[in-house]
């Protein structure tokens, strides 16, 4: 069975720093594209970052120039390093797994999220 365990979630003060981990067991993880979305509360999910199997890198423009994707196939983990953290940035953020095969999304898979809270 496909798991996706988000882990690193937590309170940081506005200026500050969090790296979020998802560790992923069941799927080929070397060959997914892998993500991380988030939904504050009232709003829609939006895409933080995403990385392909072939290490492209897309950010949301609310966040580039701030968070850093990440991953190490070894371990099966994906990384999102949060640096100089914002109030807008509180919000549940999701680990995705992706399979495409000719521009096509074959398999989708999320975890259940980590909460992160950035107040002063």
């Known amino acids: 069975q496909v798991q996706l365990v988000e882990s690193g979630g937590g309170l940081v003060q506005p200026g500050g720093s969090l790296r979020l981990s998802c560790a992923a067991s069941g799927i080929a993880f070397s060959t997914y594209e892998m993500g991380w979305y988030r939904q504050a509360p009232g709003k829609q999910r939006e895409l933080a970052a995403r990385?392909?199997?072939?290490?492209?890198?897309t950010y949301g423009d609310s966040v580039k120039g701030r968070f850093i994707i990440s991953r190490d196939n070894a371990k099966n983990t994906v990384y999102l390093q949060m640096n100089s953290l914002d109030l807008e940035d509180t919000a549940v953020y999701y680990c995705?797994?992706?399979?495409?095969?000719?521009?096509?999304?074959?398999?989708?898979?999320w975890g259940q999220g980590t909460q992160v809270t950035v107040s002063s």
């Open positions: 995705n797994a992706r399979l495409i095969y000719y521009n096509v999304n074959v398999n989708d898979y």
């Open positions: 990385i392909t199997s072939v290490e492209t890198i």
